[in-house]
């Protein structure tokens, strides 16, 4: 699938475009009198949570040993033993990333390789199923605890369990140089992921899961997690179902030539290019500075998953077409305006004004003009630019934010999640969605966009997770949100969905805000799904 290269204000805007906040949530209120309900006992030792009216919460459970000195691009070993009982009272610390949005936390730790378990107070009469989260943030920014899993779990009497994984180099730098013995190198924060999920598999029983029913989820670099966990030989029988939401197992990952070629400028720009000592001198850096290193999105180092022969023998795209995929139920699907974000993100930073902001100064709302509507669309698409000005001309009811907001919508995501959809409904069920919103609250603090941002990339977040801009939800997008915690907790549970399976000829399932139940739409036609086919994705 052909990968577009951004112009400059996709390159500028960094972070604010391709990830998603790191949501702060509260640790749950402890019951003094229940303590008792509080203590659990893993294979490593016990751990105290906290207890409040209707859920526990155990946080930073350690799944995997630090990753520090030598374990440093290492796949990850066995987790610390102890005795007496663990607090697990408050999240681990993140790995280590930089400032993503204004609300993430920015972390230096190497010692990061933590999870969290959210489960319903109640008893159950039988083990419930288990989801585990994998976060987004473009494999650079993120940590499992920004996302609280009480609405999943009390809504949809489930576990939830939250990933830390490795992060930008730390996590993916695929240098030759750090190979082992193997030859492999890379892919680590993928094994992470791969040990939280062997974790859960040893584990999910003391916390009254069921370890023969456990659903993988992730949006957006999450989804892309997910789609490399199916494909991945070493995570066979390890769950049984699957959600991406967001992104496509269609679009490809990195290649061991792009990968090793990324690994290599990384090191040019870190200042270790002696081969003799490379690995030295990379092993030598901190972590501030590799982070640092890495950078944000197009202006930064791109790393990321990469077919490498073991932990990914083959690319997710090209699995999904000949069926090497683990076959297991499928849940997928977008939200309509995704790459409105994008279109906010160029605005966040004043690349549409007539004159840049200055260091010094707070950037300005500049609405985006139709002259830079077609230069944004040419830098694009060259030769084929004009066919999609065609299919997307201005409209002088709607802002050019807006209309570049389709295009990249339907490029971007729409395209590559339907036709794995369709890939997918050849094998296994395939349930399909759209959150479609258009009055989802919008999470961020500082300049206000100057268009509506609708159902914008990350909008369903707060639909589904305990998160802080959850409480803006009006109670008419409460119901929704009761709606689609029900959906996806109750494929959970079933491998099925509230509506029919995908087929060649379906659309998706539209979730309205309305009252909450799902609607259809048509979603080729929405999406242009055919245009873009067409022009040769």
């Given amino acids: 699938m052909r990968r577009l290269s951004y112009p400059r204000w996709a390159v500028m805007v960094g972070a604010a475009v391709l990830v998603c906040p790191a949501m702060a949530v509260g640790p749950a209120a402890a019951d003094d009198d229940r303590w008792s309900t509080a203590v659990v006992r893993t294979d490593q030792g016990a751990v105290r949570g906290t207890v409040a009216a209707d859920h526990r919460s155990f946080q930073g459970i350690p799944y995997a040993s630090p990753p520090v000195g030598a374990l440093r691009w290492a796949p990850p070993q066995p987790g610390p033993m102890w005795t007496g009982v663990r607090d697990a ?31 319903p107070r109640s008893a159950a009469r039988t083990p419930r199923p288990v989801m585990i989260w994998l976060h987004g943030g473009d494999f650079r920014f993120g940590s499992g605890d920004g996302y609280g899993g009480q609405r999943l779990a009390v809504g949809g009497d489930v576990i939830v369990v939250t990933v830390n994984y490795r992060l930008g180099a730390l996590g993916f ?55 490399a966990q199916l494909a991945a030989p070493a995570t066979a029988g ?46 030598g ?3 501030a500075r590799l982070i640092e290193t890495v950078g944000y999105p197009g202006a930064g180092v791109d790393l990321g998953p990469v077919v490498d022969g073991r932990t990914l023998p083959v690319d997710p795209a090209d699995a999904l077409t000949s069926g090497r995929l683990h076959p297991v139920p499928v849940l997928t699907g977008m939200n309509r ?9 160029m605005e966040r930073v004043g690349l549409n004004c007539p004159e840049p902001p200055k260091p010094d100064q707070e950037p300005e709302s500049c609405p985006l003009t139709d002259d830079q509507y077609r230069d944004q669309v040419r830098a694009m698409f060259g030769d084929r630019a004009g066919e999609v000005l065609a299919r997307y001309p201005r409209d002088p009811a709607h802002p050019a934010s807006v209309t ?6 339907d490029h971007d995501y729409a395209e590559p999640v339907y036709s794995a959809a369709l890939a997918f ?65 109750d494929f959970a549970r079933t491998g099925r969905a509230g509506w029919p399976r995908l087929g060649s000829g379906s659309s998706f399932v539209r979730m309205l805000s309305g009252d909450g139940r799902p609607g259809t739409s048509d979603f080729r036609a929405a999406h242009s799904y055919d245009f873009w086919r067409s022009l040769g994705r």
């Fill in 89 to 119: 009272s408050r999240p681990g610390a993140a790995c280590a990333q930089l400032q993503g949005l204004p609300m993430d936390t920015p972390s230096d730790s190497e010692d990061c390789l933590y999870l969290n378990v959210t489960t």
């Fill in 173 to 227: 730098l695929a240098h030759p140089a750090l190979a082992g013995r193997d030859g492999i190198t890379g892919n680590f924060g993928l094994q992470d992921q791969q040990a939280a999920l062997r974790w859960v598999r040893r584990n999910a029983a003391a916390f009254g899961g069921d370890p023969g029913n456990v659903t993988v989820f992730g949006q957006s670099a999450g989804a892309t997690s997910v789609c």
């Fill in 238 to 283: 390890l769950f049984h179902r699957a959600i991406m939401q967001s992104n496509s197992c269609a679009n490809p990952v990195q290649t061991r030539a792009e990968a090793v070629g990324a690994a290599q400028e990384f090191a040019r720009r870190i200042g270790c290019t002696d081969p003799a000592v490379v690995a030295t001198c990379l092993r």
């Fill in 285 to 287: 850096r901190s972590p």
């Fill in 337 to 345: 305006d995704e790459s409105r974000l994008v279109v906010w993100g």
């Fill in 404 to 409: 570049l907001g389709a295009v990249l919508t």
């Fill in 425 to 489: 409904a050849r094998r296994v069920p395939t349930f399909a969605y759209e959150f479609a919103d258009e009055d989802a609250p919008f999470f961020t603090e500082g300049p206000e966009p100057t268009f509506d941002t609708g159902a914008y990339h990350c909008a369903e977040l707060p639909y589904l997770f305990t998160v802080d801009y959850a409480e803006a939800l009006t109670p008419t997008q409460r119901r929704l949100s009761d709606a689609m915690v029900r959906t996806w907790t």
